[in-house]
């Protein structure tokens, strides 16, 4: 007789949080803190012909919090941060800004060499805020549950709906509903966190004291470069200036001055110039690509042959063309090289080649070797989701949030906004979110309740030293400011 087999049911996913205790100095002040870092289990109510099955495990997210010891939680602000993408884990913010420990990667012109370097971050915002950063889905160590699509996370509904599951978890077993709480995002984690503020607000009635908006964009709109659709032509203008002058083709024009200059254009004649089409005069043509040649560092040619419209990618190709070299997306005042110089199109960008070696170092052995977590598995700092990344909710209308952001300003006239820029961002210029913000649908009075804070630096304007401190400085502020303390 043969014995029958059964099933072994796979081990159901458990939390894998380690604790650890360490101590930092911080403008004089000793801060002692717990740091707690591992992957919490998403899980789903299940009902099947309308029975309730129990709770089935869907995702296993990755964070790391930083909570000061001793603190009254009633009062203690907590700070819940993400980086964007799609597809990028909280690394940068981590340890490039807001951590108590920091990467050493140094900057323009004296990057440091591998193995590069971590240091304390006298600067961190855990001196004013508890810190909970979050990796979505499929970045860091963060990963779909077995038998579960990756994919199912890889879009924006579900995007926002996994990560407000983890700080409502987080917000609850920790006991802070009664604290101040803010959201910090940095570029798609900025359309993230716009979509964040509001639905923690009718999914859960939690409402937030700040939202923190580092190189922000909340609509794509403002970014896209579409047939029939010239916005980001114009928008993306006063960056071009930006760039050309950090890079010396102004000669020695103040920055503020050509900004000036290029915004006051970006707004009247530009768009103008751009609506006549073929109905534009010579003269009036001739004019436009001489002043766009003057604020962009590009030749008139050049100008004359795109048909004055000027793609983001194709500037970093051209600009320093002549001297064969490249310059950065995320942060222009890098520069590279490149397999050829007749490229329509960088082929690397040289500013992400510059920074993702230290940050991926570091963070690996960071966490392994100081928090104690220890994963055979990769950390994916930039996990290759974007181009599957789903905006379903969207069809048919370009993506944005800004609705949802003035939404939740509307509901709750206490939330406070702080916006990042950098002048060599560009990725996302300042002018286009400069746009996006004027055109919010909140009344007047609620505009007060906006700040920004703008640095000569990139979209990670922290790599930047005299910017990381000038921005640390800003948001400490901002958070005691939007407490009332």
């Known amino acids: ?6 099933e072994e049911k796979p081990e159901s996913p458990a939390d894998d949080l380690v604790t650890t205790q360490h101590s930092i100095v911080v403008k004089g002040r000793e801060l002692n803190y717990t740091a707690t870092t591992g992957r919490i289990v998403l899980k789903e109510e299940v009902l099947k012909d309308g029975v309730f099955e129990g709770h089935k495990p869907k995702a296993e997210v990755f964070v790391t919090t930083y909570t000061l010891d001793g603190a009254d939680p009633l009062k203690r602000p907590v ?45 961190s915002l855990l001196a004013e805020s508890d810190l909970v950063f979050i990796d979505p889905v499929s970045t860091g160590y963060s990963r779909a549950a077995q038998g579960e699509k990756p994919g199912s996370y890889h879009g924006y509904q579900p995007d926002i709906e996994s990560i407000a599951e983890v700080i409502r978890l987080w917000t609850s077993r920790n006991g802070r509903w009664m604290s101040p709480k803010f959201l910090c995002g940095e570029s798609y984690g900025t359309l993230r966190a716009a979509g964040l503020a509001e639905h923690l607000q009718k999914k859960y009635g939690m409402y937030l004291n700040g939202l923190m908006l580092i190189s922000s964009v909340l609509d794509f709109a403002t970014l896209e470069f579409n047939e029939g659709h010239d916005l980001a032509y114009t928008l993306f203008l006063p960056t071009y200036a930006a760039i050309a002058n950090y890079h010396g083709l102004h000669g020695d024009r103040p920055l503020k001055e050509v900004l000036a200059e290029a915004e006051e254009f970006a707004v009247r004649d530009y768009p103008y110039a751009l609506a006549r089409g073929n109905r534009l005069s010579d003269a009036e043509r001739a004019a436009t690509i001489e002043k766009l040649a003057r604020l962009t560092g590009l030749s008139e040619e050049y100008v004359d042959a795109v048909d004055l419209r000027i793609e983001h990618i194709r500037f970093f190709t051209e600009l320093l063309r002549r001297d064969r070299k490249t310059v950065g997306r995320i942060d222009s005042r890098f520069t590279g090289w490149d397999t050829d110089y007749g490229r329509e199109g960088i082929s690397a960008d ?10 991926s170092a570091v963070l690996n052995h960071y966490l392994h070797a100081e928090l104690g977590y220890s994963s055979d598995l990769p950390y994916e700092v930039l ?18 949030t800004a609705g949802k952001l003035s939404a939740a300003m509307r509901a709750n006239p206490h939330l406070k906004v702080h916006v990042a820029f950098g002048w060599y961002d560009g990725a996302t210029p300042y002018f286009a979110a400069e746009h996006l913000i004027a055109h919010l649908q909140i009344p007047k009075e609620l505009t007060a309740n906006i ?33 009332g303390t």
Request: negative net charge; charged residues 20%.
């Open 383 to 400: 996990a290759r989701v974007i181009e599957n990344w789903s905006y379903k909710e969207f069809e048919g209308r370009h993506v944005t």
């Open 1 to 6: 007789m043969s014995e029958e087999k059964t």
């Open 350 to 359: 040289p500013s992400i080649d510059a920074i993702l070696g230290p940050y």
């Open 451 to 483: 700040e920004s804070a703008y640095y000569p630096a990139g979209h990670m304007m922290y790599v930047h030293e005299p910017s990381r401190i000038q921005q640390s400085e800003d948001l400490a502020a901002f958070v005691r400011n939007s407490c």
């Open 79 to 123: 700070t819940f941060a993400f980086n964007g993408g799609p597809g990028s884990a909280s690394v940068w913010l981590h340890m490039g800004l807001l951590g108590p420990r920091r990467v050493l990667s140094g900057d323009v012109g004296d990057l440091t060499a591998p193995p590069y370097g971590i240091a304390d971050n006298e600067e």
